[in-house]
T-cell receptor
Framework: DAGVIQSPRHEVTEMGQEVTLRCKPI?????LFWYRQTMMRGLELLIY????????DSGMPEDRFSAKMPNASFSTLKIQPSEPRDSAVYFC????????????FGSGTQLSVL | SQQGEEDPQALSIQEGENATMNCSYK?????LQWYRQNSGRGLVHLIL?????REKHSGRLRVTLDTSKKSSSLLITASRAADTASYFC?????FGGGTSYGKLTFGQGTILTVHP
């Protein structure tokens, strides 16, 4: 299995631009999580989906952030417009019924907003 | 705010010594998990302990859970330089109906450095 696949690995953009982060969960997993990691705030849960349905998006910072999961094998996290304070590492993670509730993380997307 | 809070924030030891990290949390949980993160990488699951368990072992790892004190500890015995990483506890408060597919909330982590 290829694991959780995130793209791009690195993203550098200018303030005001739209940023789209992508995630392919492990095949067969039915829960998907988006986290953001910074030195100041640690790992913050932004949103998670069960069976493609958003369950809790209370961690999404503001309306500039949106996440979708159109099918079981793909999710996007979009920031529009981006701001320098959005600079962070964004992780996607998935888990399934057979994985004993543990999360499998992708390698993350390092986002820098200039 | 973070559900789990690790203590200490940083720990520096020599190879062969034991490393103990603690985690405290605020609300009831279904299970508690420990993860490891090497610099620049994603987190990797280490061990899970359920709310009705008190202690669990996996190789050189030993985890304890005290639900009355809302705390957990992770012990790494006979540490190696390769154990150098950040360690996070994560709490799963469940999702109702007896399932645990709720959100996993992570603490700030403990940075462990093991000197050869």
């Amino acid at each position: 299995d290829a694991g959780v696949i995130q793209s791009p690995r690195h993203e550098v953009t200018e303030m005001g631009q739209e940023v789209t982060l992508r995630c392919k969960p492990i095949s067969g997993h039915n829960s998907l999580f988006w986290y953001r990691q910074t030195m100041m705030r640690g790992l913050e849960l932004l949103i998670y989906f069960n069976n493609n349905v958003p369950i809790d998006d209370s961690g999404m910072p503001e309306d500039r952030f949106s996440a979708k999961m159109p099918n079981a094998s793909f999710s996007t996290l979009k920031i529009q417009p981006s701001e320098p304070r959005d600079s962070a590492v964004y992780f996607c993670a998935s888990r399934g019924l057979a994985t004993n509730e543990k999360l499998f993380f992708g390698s993350g997307t390092q986002l820098s907003v200039l | 705010s973070q559900q789990g809070e690790e203590d200490p924030q940083a720990l520096s030891i020599q190879e062969g010594e034991n490393a103990t990290m603690n985690c405290s949390y605020k609300t009831s949980i279904n299970n508690l998990q420990w993860y490891r993160q090497n610099s620049g990488r994603g987190l990797v699951h280490l061990i899970l302990i359920r709310s009705n368990e008190r202690e669990k072992h996996s190789g050189r790892l030993r985890v304890t859970l005290d639900t009355s004190k809302k705390s957990s500890s992770l012990l790494i015995t006979a540490s190696r330089a390769a154990d150098t990483a950040s360690y996070f506890c994560a709490t799963d408060a469940g999702f109702g109906g007896g399932t645990s597919y709720g959100k996993l909330t992570f603490g700030q982590g403990t940075i462990l450095t093991v000197h050869p």
